[in-house]
């Protein structure tokens, strides 16, 4: 159970920079910048 729980664990890592890579990417990439989406609403 234990091998498990840590394996699960170190999985996780390169998933949630998997994520976060990607969200950069939306972020900087989108036009305007986040700042100015929220000021425009």
């Known amino acids: ?3 498990y729980i ?3 664990i170190l999985l ?3 998933t949630l ?3 976060m890579a990607v969200s950069f990417a939306v ?9 100015e989406q929220v000021i425009a609403r």
Do not use: D
């Not at 972020?27 to 700042?35: K, L, R, S, T, Y």
């Open 6 to 8: 840590l394996r699960r």
């Open 1 to 3: 159970m234990g091998a």
């Open 17 to 19: 920079f998997g994520i």
């Open 27 to 35: 972020i900087q990439f989108a036009p305007g910048g986040p700042v």
């Open 12 to 14: 996780m890592i390169p």
